[in-house]
Nanobody, 123 residues
Framework: QVQLVESGGGLVQFGGSLRLSCASS????????IGWFRQAPGKEREEVSC????????SFVDSVKGRFTVSRDNATNTVYLQMNSLKPEDTAVYYC????????????????WGQGTQVTVSS
């Protein structure tokens, strides 16, 4: 089955850290750009980062710059979102998605989505 699977979410205190994983199943990630998105209750989905397939270049939205990083391990078909200095406003369901390219922090025309993982930051 071709899919993306996120994991690593949970409950963390203000200022804490979490690392989310986005793993592919049924296909390899090395030719895909991967975007991380989040959606908080009652809010629209927001993209927070994109990592390109070609050179691994990453881009982030201003609200997470300096706190979030992305890395990819093509050998294990996994992309990681490291989230540090977490704030209550980071609370959301986090999704990864795949496409052919990024434009800055924007994943262009996603073709596959994961099911999401909940991140809750307590104050």
């Amino acid at each position: 089955q071709v899919q993306l699977v996120e994991s690593g979410g949970g409950l963390v205190q203000f200022g804490g850290s979490l690392r989310l994983s986005c793993a592919s199943s049924g296909f390899t990630l090395d030719h895909f750009a991967i975007g991380w998105f989040r959606q908080a209750p009652g809010k629209e989905r927001e993209e927070v980062s994109c990592v390109s397939s070609s050179d691994g270049m990453t881009s982030f939205v201003d609200s997470v710059k300096g706190r979030f990083t992305v890395s990819r391990d093509n050998a294990t078909n996994t992309v990681y979102l490291q989230m540090n200095s977490l704030k209550p406003e980071d609370t959301a369901v986090y999704y990864c998605a795949g496409a052919y390219s990024c434009s800055g922090a924007i994943l262009l025309r996603p073709v596959i989505w994961g099911q999401g993982t909940q991140v809750t930051v307590s104050s």
